[in-house]
Every structure is written in structure tokens, then in C-alpha cells.
């Protein structure tokens, strides 16, 4: 067992829907990163979250930090949303070496 | 704010060529990292540094090596290029654990 995993790994939408994915995790310490990497591109990232829940544009994440598990929200896809998402999180806080979860591969089509 | 500049964005070595990927940051971040990315696979960390004169081994550490003399930068270096070694190479920095990683655009390195 992974010690972070994502679901779905695969999702494909309508543009327009509103997108839910998961990351649960069994190591770690009370941090999370949600990546976005789109398809040949680099790597950026949306939120780092240690509690409660952050927005930015429709874009929206959540964390409980007790059930060691968080949601990244798209509201209103669309196809530019497109892309893989990874979550991750840092093994300690000596080495803020991440793990990563194996992402979410998004398909929003027109 | 440049953020994590790595360079080159391309290239392409032949079989026991060695050749160095630059990442510099101008955020004062101690923690960098070096992963690879392998086609249709997550990221797998190579070497990383918890601040100037320290760095340690990763997961995937052969055939590469690094250094951090200063702040700023931590370049990777590849002796006697495999094909083993073909990759999208990120550099990626933070500050602290409770803060934002920052990651370089990428270096796609093909050995032939």
C-alpha cells in the first residue's frame, strides 16, 4: 500500500462539472502540497495546506489533519483544468523530504 | 521573484557523456531538492540539501552527484550518461515544511 494515495487516478469530466480528488496518507507530518503538472510541463504548486481549507479562484482544497486526509475541489471545470494533479506530503520536518502521491490524471472535455 | 531557474530545458547526450543541470533560487530556501521523472511515473527524489555544504542521498542517487556551496545553488551532475538516465529532471525548493514548494520548469534530457 502506497503510503499516499490518490483517487481517482483517472477522471474525465464535462466542462462545467464540479471535480472532487482525493488524497489519503499514512506517513507524514501535519503538511500537505497539491501539485499541477500539465501534460509535457512543469510543476506547479496550487496549495500547501496544514489545516482547515483554502480558495484560490475555483480552486478549492481541504484537510483533516486527524483523519490524514484532504480534497482538492474544481468548481466549474474546464478544459484548460486539464493536467495531473499530485498531492504530497513531507516525510519529516528535518528533511521536508516529499512523498508523493501517484496523481490524478484530469481529462475536462468541451 | 525568479523563483527555481534550472538550466538547459533540453538536451541530448550521448552514451558516457557527463554534463551538468544548473538550478539556482533567489528565495533564500535552505531545502532543495533534485527528483527525476520517468515517463507515465511519479517523481523519484535523486539527491537533496538542507542547506549550504549538505546534501544527501535520495532513492535514485547512482549516477549522479551534487553539490551545494552556496545558498542559492545545487547543480546535478551526470558522469558517463546511460540510457537509464533518460528523464525530465525538476529542481524544486522550500523554505520550511509548512510552506510552499517551488519547482523548476524542467530539464528533458535524452541519452542516445
Known amino acids: 500500500k502506497n503510503e499516499v494515495e490518490q483517487s481517482p487516478q483517472n477522471l474525465t469530466a464535462q466542462e462545467g462539472e464540479f471535480i472532487t480528488i482525493n488524497c489519503s496518507y499514512s506517513v507524514g507530518i501535519s503538511a500537505l502540497h497539491w501539485l499541477q503538472q500539465h501534460p509535457g510541463g512543469g510543476i506547479v504548486s496550487l496549495f500547501m495546506?496544514?489545516?482547515g481549507k483554502k480558495k484560490h479562484g475555483r480552486l478549492i482544497a481541504t484537510i483533516n489533519i486527524q483523519e490524514k486526509h484532504s480534497s482538492l475541489h474544481i468548481t466549474a471545470s474546464h478544459p484548460r483544468d486539464s493536467a495531473v494533479y499530485i498531492c504530497a506530503v513531507p516525510r519529516d520536518g528535518a528533511t521536508n523530504k516529499l512523498i508523493f502521491g501517484t496523481g490524478t490524471l484530469l481529462a475536462v472535455q468541451p | 521573484n525568479a523563483g527555481v531557474t534550472q538550466t538547459p530545458k533540453f538536451r541530448i547526450l550521448k552514451i558516457g557523456q557527463s554534463m551538468t543541470l544548473q538550478c539556482a533560487q533567489d528565495m533564500n530556501h535552505n531545502y532543495m531538492y533534485w527528483y527525476r521523472q520517468d515517463p507515465g511515473m511519479g517523481l523519484k527524489l535523486i539527491y537533496y540539501s538542507v542547506g549550504a555544504g549538505i546534501t544527501d542521498k535520495g532513492e535514485v542517487p547512482n549516477g549522479y552527484n551534487v553539490s551545494r556551496s552556496t545558498t542559492e545553488d545545487f547543480p546535478l551532475r551526470l558522469e558517463l550518461a546511460a540510457p537509464s538516465q533518460t528523464s525530465v529532471y525538476f529542481c524544486?525548493?522550500?523554505?520550511?515544511?509548512?510552506?510552499?514548494?517551488?519547482f523548476g520548469q524542467g530539464t528533458r534530457l535524452t541519452v542516445v
Open positions: 524544486a525548493s522550500t523554505w520550511s515544511m509548512n510552506t510552499e514548494a517551488f
Open positions: 495546506l496544514s489545516s
